[in-house]
């Protein structure tokens, strides 16, 4: 992106409310997107297209996508569990479409499912359907579950590299790992995206991360060490999986972009903008618990971003 040193990916609208028990009005949702993109985040991940049963907080993820693409310059994408939801994302007309691949089979079958071969071929008919029809839209897969998982315990690290390298054949457009339940340590993190980049290149770029046992932002500066330049986070640390048991806690996104910040690192977003959009938040969840050291406790006296310096 250009001005930017790393991309951060809201994920809040998506993984942060679906793992809340209340369900966001849609104009409090529609307030929230609008206030992130105003503090400079340029790729908001708006919802998912999925059962309303199972998870009526994304019941609304059409009027979600549909306001969000009127928002310039916002790149909008949401997440599907199959080709018939990745229909009606194509058909609202995201800009990018996640398939959830957990590397660990009881999670993939506890939250879609679908065992490793059932979803691979998913993967492989969304790509299809987007080569014949939708040629503009991105798809990406992410690999949950591939530092460790609350169902299944270890996740051995070749397991994740096979996946992977089944996505990349499917010509998916990029592959990221994610640390659904918050187990990655900063040598896993290291030593996992040396393999990845090694196996699928320049499609391992991202990285989902959460903050479940306090590591999320070490995690983080050994991701950045081998060249990871883009990451996953949720406003106010809302997020987990709901078909994880303990797996609370997104990495926060105010967090985040301090860090970065102050590393030197430009992210294009107004700290102070996005620290007060927390507000709108806190009123579109009332009662809800919010995270992050850096709206607690605030800016340091004379901090100066990163984009201030450039």
């Given amino acids: 992106m250009t001005g930017t040193d790393v991309t951060i990916v809201e994920v809040g609208p998506r993984d942060g409310l679906q793992s809340v028990e209340r369900t966001m009005a849609t104009p409090a949702k529609l307030r929230w997107i609008d206030a992130l993109a105003a503090a400079g985040l340029r790729h908001i991940q708006v919802g998912s297209f999925v059962s309303p049963r199972a998870l009526p907080q994304m019941a609304d993820c059409a009027d979600v996508v549909r306001h969000a693409l009127t928002i310039p310059d916002l790149r909008v994408s949401v997440l599907v569990p199959n080709l018939r939801y990745a229909q009606l994302a194509f058909d609202a007309g995201v800009h990018v479409l996640t398939i959830p691949v957990s590397v660990s089979e009881p999670h993939s079958i506890a939250n879609i499912r679908k065992t490793h071969d059932e979803i691979i071929e998913e993967v492989r008919a969304i790509v299809a359907l987007r080569n014949a029809r939708y040629p503009g839209t991105q798809i990406e897969v992410g690999l949950a579950t591939a530092f460790g998982c609350t169902i299944q315990g270890v996740v051995p690290e070749d397991d994740v590299i096979r996946l992977a390298r089944r996505a990349a054949e499917c010509r998916v457009d990029s592959i990221h790992p994610a640390d659904t339940v918050g187990f990655a340590s900063p040598t896993q993190i290291r030593r996992l995206f040396s393999r990845l980049r090694d196996e699928v290149g320049e499609k391992c770029g991202a990285l989902h991360l959460h ?73 579109g969840l009332p009662g809800e618990e919010l995270y992050g050291y850096v709206a607690e406790a605030g800016l340091p006296k004379g901090f100066v971003p990163a984009m201030a310096v450039a």
Avoid at 244 to 251: L, R, S, V, W, Y
Avoid at 254 to 274: A, K, P
């Fill in 211 to 283: 903050n479940t046992r306090g590591q999320g932002l070490a995690n983080v500066v050994a991701a950045l060490d081998v060249g990871v330049s883009a990451f996953d986070s949720s406003h106010g640390g809302l997020g987990g999986c709901p078909y994880a048991p303990g797996a609370t806690g997104n990495i926060v996104t105010e967090d985040l972009v301090f860090l970065l910040e102050s590393m030197g690192l430009r992210t294009g977003v107004d700290i102070e903008r996005l620290i007060e959009a927390r507000s709108i938040l806190a009123a």
